[in-house]
Nanobody, 119 residues
Framework: QVQLVESGGGLVQPGGSLRLSCAAS????????LGWFRQAPGKEREFVAFRNSGGISTVYADSVRGRFTYSKDNAKNTVYLQMNSLKPEDTAVYFC????????????WGQGTQVTVSS
C-alpha cells in the first residue's frame, strides 16, 4: 500500500504563493500515480491536478489552470503543487491521492493540509 503525508499549508495573503508537498512511501515511485484534490468547507471534494493516463501531461481543474503547477521529485518520493496568484476561493483542505493504475480509482489518500487565503 501507499502512505501519503501532505505538508506546506498555511495562511497566505491574496495574490501570494505557496508550495504544497506530498511525501509518499510504501511503494516505488513508478508503481503508482499521484494527484491533488481539495475540499472547501461545506463543499464536495474536487480534483485539482493529476497526470493523464499516458503520463505525458498534467490535467488541471479550470479554476486553477495557469496558476497551479504539478511536479514530482522521484528521488524524494514527493510530489508538489506550486500555487501562485492565490485567491480566497482557493481556501480548502488540500489532499494528495494515489492510484496504482493510471485512469483507475484513487485508492489511497493523505490526511490533508489546510490552505487559507485571507488578508
Amino acid at each position: 500500500q501507499v502512505q501519503l503525508v501532505e505538508s506546506g499549508g498555511g495562511l497566505v495573503q491574496p495574490g501570494g504563493s505557496l508550495r504544497l508537498s506530498c511525501a509518499a512511501s510504501g511503494r516505488a515511485c513508478n508503481s503508482y500515480s499521484l494527484g491533488w484534490f481539495r475540499q472547501a468547507p461545506g463543499k464536495e471534494r474536487e480534483f485539482v491536478a493529476f497526470r493523464n493516463s499516458g503520463g505525458i501531461s498534467t490535467v488541471y481543474a479550470d479554476s486553477v489552470r495557469g496558476r497551479f503547477t504539478y511536479s514530482k521529485d522521484n528521488a524524494k518520493n514527493t510530489v508538489y503543487l506550486q500555487m501562485n496568484s492565490l485567491k480566497p476561493e482557493d481556501t480548502a483542505v488540500y489532499f494528495c491521492a494515489a492510484r496504482l493504475i493510471l485512469g483507475g480509482p484513487w485508492d489511497y489518500w493523505g490526511q490533508g493540509t489546510q490552505v487559507t487565503v485571507s488578508s
